[in-house]
């Protein structure tokens, strides 16, 4: 069973920088892409990005040009760097792993921005 942990969540100040930690481990494959969602309060979970296992990337409109995503493949981990944070940025982060035996989600972690 694949086991994903996200880890670096907590509060932060409006334009501070926070960096996310996504870990998968178990996966008898390959992982090939691990995305990045967010949820916030009464609102629908929504993508943030992700990154291949070739190390392209994609993401929101909402967090380009503030968030990067990148990986070790060695660790199967994932890293989602986060500037210039908005209040409206503040939501529980989820990291998603796909690979052959489907996906796995992991629990979550808690980012808050104050204004």
């Known amino acids: 069973q694949v086991q994903v942990v996200e880890s670096g969540g907590g509060l932060v100040q409006a334009g501070g920088s926070l960096r996310l930690s996504c870990a998968a481990s178990g996966s008898p494959f390959s992982i090939e892409a691990m995305n990045w969602f967010r949820q916030a309060p009464g609102k629908q979970r929504e993508w943030v990005g992700f990154?291949?296992?070739?190390?392209?990337?994609s993401y929101a409109d909402s967090v380009k040009g503030r968030f990067t995503i990148s990986r070790d493949n060695a660790k199967n981990t994932a890293y989602l760097q986060m500037n210039t944070l908005k209040p409206e940025d503040t939501a529980v982060y989820y990291c998603?792993?796909?690979?052959?035996?489907?996906?796995?989600w992991g629990q979550g972690t808690q980012v808050t921005v104050s204004s």
């Open positions: 998603h792993v796909a690979g052959r035996w489907g996906g796995s």
């Open positions: 990154i291949t296992g070739g190390g392209s990337t």
